[in-house]
């Protein structure tokens, strides 16, 4: 079965401080890879979606990017935090063309 | 552009009863998927039921119909014999198909649910 392992759970980080959230899938290959972002009590927004190695696309000018170094990993950066960037981070993969997104546990980021 | 609209941000039930939660779209895209996820207050997100734009018939899944109108472009999501468990934020997501393996998924607002005893 397919599994998303997304760390850390929580972050608290400095404002101006850089950040490296990783995402690990397994029991799949060559998966369809997002991260999404949630503010406080709103819903999801689509940051970056990565098709293959290497491959990624952003769907919101921001501060933070996006890497696909291997196959079954994916990394949300950040050179310098912002208050702003602060929120709950899902990374989620799209195994096959008819079957639902799945989900990692999240990260909560805190920017002080 | 793919748009999805909840408009409830609220609601409350009484348990055992059923409730719908709202849900429409809007693609210029023939071929797209619907779903709707669970996200209790721990965050995770929980997948619940879907529908394809060509099926035929609603989806179901236990408690959880998806009530499927095409022609007004809405995917309301009906919890029969509401539970305490049930309260949570509810999402409708759209996922469009596209060549390339490109699939772009949506979320709306969401709408939060409280199942009262």
């Known amino acids: 079965s397919q599994t998303i392992h997304q760390w850390p759970a929580t972050l608290v980080q400095p404002v101006g401080s ?3 959230l990783e995402c690990t899938v397994e029991g799949t290959s060559n998966p369809n890879l997002y ?24 769907e919101v000018p921001q501060n933070l990017s996006a890497s696909r170094p291997q196959d079954r990993q994916f990394i949300l950066s950040s050179k310098k935090l912002l208050l702003s960037d602060s929120g709950f981070y899902l990374c989620a993969l ?4 008819n079957s639902p997104l799945h989900f990692g546990n999240g990260t909560r980021l805190t920017v002080t | 552009a793919q748009k999805i609209t909840q408009t409830q941000p609220g609601m409350f039930v009484q348990e055992k ?12 895209d023939p071929s797209y998927g ?6 209790p207050s721990s ?16 989806a179901t899944e236990g408690r959880y119909s998806l009530n499927f ?39 709306g607002a969401g709408t939060r649910l409280a199942v009262h005893p």
């Open chain 1, 94 to 97: 799209l195994g096959q063309a």
């Open chain 2, 34 to 39: 619907l779903f709707w996820y669970k996200q």
């Open chain 1, 35 to 58: 991260w999404y972002r949630q503010a406080a009590g709103r819903g999801l927004q689509l940051l970056f979606y990565s098709v293959g190695i290497g491959q990624i696309s952003s």
């Open chain 1, 18 to 20: 850089p950040l490296s």
């Open chain 2, 43 to 58: 965050g995770e997100m929980i997948f619940l039921i879907y529908q394809g734009s060509y099926d035929q018939q609603n």
């Open chain 2, 17 to 28: 009863e059923a409730v719908t939660l709202d849900c429409t779209y809007d693609t210029s």
């Open chain 2, 69 to 107: 109108q095409k022609a007004r472009k809405s995917a309301n999501l009906v919890i029969s014999a509401s539970q305490l468990g049930d309260s949570a934020m509810y999402f409708c997501a759209m996922r469009e198909l596209r060549a390339g393996g490109y699939n772009k998924l949506i979320f």
